[in-house]
């Protein structure tokens, strides 16, 4: 098993990792211990894990199941969201991005601002340069999809967590990839309620993804046709 801060690149980026001690190498964990973790770690650098009693909760306007801001130093995830477990593993890999400096992260401005305020902004009708947007949403992928395979690694170490449930992930973390094409195709943000969980979008994906572009590709008029049920 490959640890999800170090990523099998050898570096040991912090003393108090577990996995760079050894724990987790040897054995899995249950899903209790690796939530322990999170909040153990999370506390340690001064962030505070809000459970809020919901679907879904929001941030700078737009609806989601879960969301990182290191400005005020929080994790936020919604309780009763779908996959709640994986979204909060998500929104801690997240944390480590930001408290590790990864170059996704560094890498996630547009012109100093932060990509996905560049896109909120644009939802909420602060902003309208498409270009722009187009550049944050870029930059938006490239963070997300990376935050996913550190996430995956931490889900690889859990105890009972299938291959399956494993490659759902990464089904699931391919079609956020392709959503965020979506709201650059349509310009705006899921109707509420109608995320891709919601309206089954990963069975579709799942059947012919093999055949697909990669995660960052620009979106194909098939794909399109699919996210539509979204925005509708």
């Known amino acids: 098993m490959v640890c999800p801060v170090c990523l099998g690149t050898g570096l040991r980026l912090e003393l108090e990792c577990g996995w760079c001690r050894g724990l987790g190498v040897d054995r899995k964990l249950s899903k209790e211990e690796l939530v322990g973790f999170i909040e153990k770690q999370a506390t340690s650098q001064g962030f505070k894990i809000e459970m809020v009693d919901a679907p879904k909760v929001h941030t700078n306007g737009v609806e989601c199941s879960a969301f990182f801001c290191y400005q005020t130093r929080s994790l936020t ?5 779908v996959n709640f477990f994986e979204n909060l593993v998500h929104e801690f890999c997240h944390l480590r991005q930001f408290s590790h400096g990864r170059p996704a992260w560094k890498n996630s401005l547009v012109d100093g601002e932060d990509a996905c305020v560049v896109v909120d902004d644009f939802l909420n009708g602060l902003m309208t340069d498409r270009a722009r947007l187009a550049r944050a949403i870029d930059k938006t992928i490239e963070l997300e999809w990376d935050c996913e395979q550190m996430a995956h690694s931490y889900l690889s170490m859990v105890d ?9 992930q990464q089904i699931n973390a391919f079609i956020y990839m392709r959503f965020y094409r979506a709201v650059q195709e349509f310009g705006r943000w899921y109707e509420p309620g109608k995320d891709f969980h919601v309206m089954g979008i990963h069975h ?3 059947e012919k993804i093999e055949t697909l572009p990669s995660y960052n590709a620009p979106i194909l008029q098939e794909e399109i046709d699919v996210f539509k049920k979204c925005f509708e």
């Open 204 to 206: 579709e994906y799942a």
């Open 77 to 81: 995830v919604a309780k009763h969201s």
């Open 160 to 168: 009972g967590y299938t291959d399956d449930q494993l490659k759902t």
